[in-house]
């Protein structure tokens, strides 16, 4: 869900946090193909996307965005893949 729904959800028993990430390159690579924009372009999102993204969960949960404890599962999509990741999210959903 994302937006600090780990926070905001976080008395609730039948909640899975997952926090993704990839490697920098990757997440440009990323957004050139999926998006088609031209490298420049995406790296300026992904910079603006991620100073976004900090800032909001800072200031409305006091939380660092991408800390480990603040998630029960963070999963390296870049390395894994986009399909194991999700039979990796599946897997441990199933579990609970």
Do not use: W
Not at 60 to 87: M, R
């Amino acid at each position: 869900m994302g937006r600090g729904a780990n926070h905001i959800l976080e008395k609730r028993g039948d909640v899975l946090n997952i926090f993704l990430y990839a490697p920098r390159d990757m997440r440009l690579k990323r957004i050139t193909q999926v998006y088609h924009v031209p490298e420049e372009q995406a790296e300026k999102a992904l910079r603006d996307t991620d100073r976004d993204r900090a800032a909001y969960l800072k200031t409305y949960t006091g939380q660092v965005f991408g800390q480990a404890e603040n998630y029960h599962l963070c999963l390296d999509s870049g390395t894994l893949g986009i399909e194991n990741t999700v039979k990796i999210i599946e897997a441990v959903y199933k579990t609970l």
